[in-house]
C-alpha cells in the first residue's frame, strides 16, 4: 500500500482546501441533466474535489461556473464515491484546460520530475 508521502509525490501539482460556490452542468448518472449549485472543496491546477447534490455520470464533461468571478472551464468526471457523504456527493473533476487562474489561487511551479 502506498504512503501518504508516495501518494502527494504522485500528484501533479499542489492542493488547496478551499470552499468556491460553483455552477455545473452535465449528464447524470441516470441520462438526465444536472444543472445547480455545488462547492469546490479541494481545488487544485489540475481539477478538484466537488460536493454536489446531483450524482454527475463518470467520464461526462461537466461545465464549472466560478461563483464569483463567473469564469466558466471544461472539465471531465474523474472519480465517483462509493455512496453519499452527508447528503452530498464528492466527485473528483479534471480540467480540460488546466489555467493557473480558474480558482482564484496563484499555485506553486510545477516542479519537474527526476
Not at 500500500?1 to 470552499?19: D, F, P, S, Y
Not at 444543472?35 to 472543496?41: L, S
Not at 464533461?61 to 466558466?72: A, Q, R
Amino acid at each position: 500500500m502506498a504512503t501518504e508521502l508516495q501518494l502527494r509525490e504522485k500528484r501533479r501539482g499542489e492542493r488547496v482546501l478551499i470552499r468556491i460556490p460553483i455552477e455545473i452542468k452535465g449528464v447524470g448518472q441516470d441520462g438526465s441533466t444536472v444543472n445547480g449549485p455545488a462547492e469546490a472543496v479541494v481545488v487544485s491546477r489540475y481539477g478538484a474535489l466537488l460536493r454536489t447534490t446531483a450524482l454527475p455520470k463518470k467520464g461526462s464533461d461537466l461545465t464549472i461556473t466560478h461563483g464569483f468571478s463567473k469564469e466558466v472551464e471544461k472539465f471531465k468526471v474523474v472519480w465517483l464515491p462509493e455512496k453519499q457523504s452527508d447528503g452530498g456527493w464528492d466527485v473528483g473533476v479534471e480540467a480540460g484546460n488546466p489555467r493557473e487562474d480558474f480558482w482564484g489561487i496563484r499555485f506553486p511551479p510545477a516542479s519537474p520530475k527526476p
